[in-house]
């Protein structure tokens, strides 16, 4: 499992390993919010969000020993589209990232080049993922329901979306097996 934190005043935020076995191996340190990840169709690269960089990451990765190598940038958000957040890879290995004060989805091909944008009516979307019997239903959450008149009128809702795409069945950890 990996996992990751977010800054604080006095520490930058990791990435994390969690093994099997309950122990915890630091993957990247100097961090300022990690969010969303996924792998590769091929399952031997990790994309990774650091939200506050703004920039979605790709590393090589070993699925043997759990390593990270090679980190290049995917893409790079500008300050005013808002920040990447949550993120899911699609069938065809596109990568769909959600837009924190950025109010769309992002869909990207595995090359990095935008090829579609969804606007939400909420200033922050924070996370994407497919489900369904087909994975053809995108599920989109946003934030910051407590104030609409300033985030939007879907601000705190999940929407729910029959798409052309397909996604792929999330991974089950194993921890404590």
Not at 14 to 18: G, Q, S, V, W
Not at 144 to 151: H, L, R, S, T, Y
């Given at each position: 499992v990996?996992?990751?934190?977010?800054?604080?005043p006095?520490?930058?935020g990791?990435?994390?390993?969690?093994d099997?076995?309950?122990?915890?191996t630091?993957?990247?340190?100097?961090?300022?919010?990690?969010?969303?990840?996924?792998?590769s169709?091929?399952?031997?690269?990790l994309?990774?969000t650091?939200?506050?960089?703004r920039?979605?990451?790709?590393?090589?990765y070993?699925?043997?020993?759990?390593?990270?190598?090679?980190?290049r940038?995917f893409?790079?958000?500008?300050?005013?589209?808002?920040?990447p957040d949550?993120?899911?890879?699609?069938?065809?290995?596109?990568?769909w990232?959600?837009r924190?004060?950025?109010?769309?989805l992002?869909?990207?091909?595995p090359?990095?080049?935008?090829q579609?944008?969804?606007?939400?009516p909420?200033r922050?979307?924070?996370?994407?993922?497919?489900g369904?019997p087909?994975?053809a239903d995108l599920y989109?959450t946003?934030a910051?329901?407590?104030?609409?008149?300033?985030?939007g009128?879907g601000a705190g809702a999940?929407?729910?979306?029959?798409t052309?795409y397909r996604?792929l069945?999330?991974?089950f950890s194993?921890?404590?097996?």
């Open positions: 990996l996992c990751g934190t977010m800054s604080t006095k520490r930058k990791r990435l994390y390993r969690l099997r076995d309950g122990s915890l630091v993957l990247l340190e100097g961090i300022g919010c990690s969010n969303g990840m996924g792998f169709l091929d399952r031997k690269q994309y990774y650091d939200s506050f960089a920039e979605i990451y790709l590393f090589d070993d699925a043997s020993g759990g390593t990270l190598t090679n980190r940038i893409a790079t958000v500008e300050d005013t589209e808002g920040m949550g993120m899911t890879v699609d069938r065809e290995g596109c990568v990232s959600a924190w004060d950025g109010g769309c992002v869909r990207y091909t090359g990095g080049e935008e579609l944008r969804i606007e939400f909420a922050k979307v924070s996370s994407v993922t497919f369904g087909d994975y989109v946003t910051g329901g407590n104030d609409k008149p300033e985030e009128a999940l929407f729910q979306m029959k052309e996604g069945p999330e991974f194993r921890i404590g097996e």
